[in-house]
């Protein structure tokens, strides 16, 4: 059922140009709402998104007999519950039905615009439930960065950092769909220069340029997942923003890790890569020196070559790119998040997400957060319009983007976009 092969002669009688996300090569899943229906399960491909709850509706995946209620839901949690065989038994389906070569969709025009709306003409929902939310640090660049800023430059890594892949248990309430806008949030921080802390808004609203993969298949507690095993419980992957109040966290985090500094809003993209898709885009991650533990060891390549892009948007609408990185920098793996997050028994549920933490590149332009980017506001980014950034200003607009190119296919995230305001 996994093609693990790129499939490069598939075409499709959908166009989608070489610069769409959405070839037919990739067919994510998502939710989406329209003036006339609140939520349905969907696909994309070019321009379009695809309703799948029409076409099972009209007997395209009666092979697979699933219940049509599983597609009329605000989330895929029940889709995705099915378990791979079936979602990717469908995706494959979907792929047939696309496909040039095939004719049982492509001239049945009747339910053409049922089937295939502009994604341009509706709103893309949260893709899941979030049961719970974990966030881990887990690329080696950020930690060194954050490590010389902060602690010792001879010493960037924490002691446990190439043993144990770092994370913590974060807020799902807050995790919002693309295209969302937030305040800036308040909070107690202590200035350099003060003696006691203050409240207000803070003044380091940063960026975490992340992704994030969805747990498709649930586990008891007592249960622990090998590496492996590991590709069995990943659905797929989403863009994520862990928007971060470096100053809040900063006086908050001793000892107990991140708090209100981050749990205020994070972002998602919405549309769910499957890792069949993403699979012809394997490739080697670091070198894991020392040698990990033998629960965290693993074999072949497991990093995944996706570009990311953090794109600044000034109220003027101009467009600013200020970094370019890549996930295929993580030093630890999905795998191997998954395998320790487990190991002591620890339960997982589908739509748990988890995310990588910040990704960032060895180079200075690859760095995946401000904080990063401009060295703790001592060296500010220039943008277009002549003003310069420390951190992030009111007003501003963040876009994660995210894509894998290879032989000419490309296969990508969409957006992961939000808006800053004022404070209130
Ligand atoms: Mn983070």
């Known amino acids: 059922m996994t093609h693990n092969a790129l499939q490069t002669n598939l075409t499709s009688w959908i166009s989608a140009d070489a610069h769409s996300d959405f070839s037919i090569q990739n067919l994510p899943f998502g939710i989406y709402g329209d003036k006339t229906i609140p939520h349905r399960a969907c696909s994309a491909i070019g321009d379009y998104i695809i309703d799948l709850s029409v076409l099972n509706e009209h007997g395209y995946f009666s092979a697979l007999s699933i219940s049509q209620d599983v597609f009329n839901q605000s989330t895929l949690n029940d889709f995705i519950s099915l378990g791979k065989q079936t979602t990717s038994a469908l995706r494959h389906r979907l792929s047939d039905l696309l496909s040039s070569t095939n004719n049982e969709l492509q001239p049945n025009t009747a339910i053409f615009d049922l089937v295939f709306k502009k994604q341009s003409d509706v709103c893309m929902l949260l893709p899941v439930k979030i049961g719970d939310y974990t966030d881990f640090f887990s690329s080696i660049d950020h930690a060194t960065n954050t490590g010389t800023m902060f602690r010792d430059p001879a010493n960037a890594l924490l002691p446990n950092w190439k043993h144990i892949p770092v994370g913590y248990h974060g807020r ?96 998602t993209s919405p549309w769910i890569v499957t890792l069949d898709a993403l699979e012809p885009f394997r490739t080697k991650g670091y070198t894991q020196e020392p040698s990990v533990l033998p629960y965290l060891a693993y074999s072949g390549d497991k990093n995944i070559d996706i570009n990311l892009e953090v794109h600044l948007i000034t109220e003027n609408g101009d467009d600013n790119l200020v970094s370019t990185s890549n996930y295929k920098y993580m030093y630890w793996t999905m795998q191997q998040q998954l395998a320790h997050h487990t190991v002591n028994g620890c339960n997982i549920n589908v739509g ?73």
């Open 352 to 424: 748990d997400m988890m995310a990588s933490g910040t990704i960032s590149g060895p180079k200075k332009e690859e760095y995946g957060s401000f904080l990063e980017l401009t060295w703790k506001g001592t060296q500010p980014m220039t943008l277009k319009d002549g003003t310069e950034r420390k951190f992030v200003n009111d007003n501003d607009t963040i876009i994660l983007k995210g894509y894998c190119k290879k032989d000419g296919i490309r296969v990508g995230f969409g957006e992961c976009k939000a808006t800053l305001l004022p404070a209130l």
């Open 172 to 267: 799902a309430s807050s995790i919002c769909v693309s295209g969302h806008s937030f305040h800036r949030p308040k909070g107690q921080m202590k200035p350099l220069d003060a003696t006691v802390p203050v409240f207000g808004p803070t003044n380091q609203l940063d960026i975490e340029l992340e992704t994030a993969f969805i747990i498709g298949k649930s586990t008891k507690m007592g249960e622990a997942i090998s590496t492996s095993n590991a590709d069995d419980y990943i659905f797929g992957m989403v863009l994520f923003n862990d928007w971060s109040a470096r100053d809040i966290q900063a006086w908050e985090y001793v000892p107990l890790g991140p708090f209100l500094g981050k749990n205020f809003a994070s972002t």
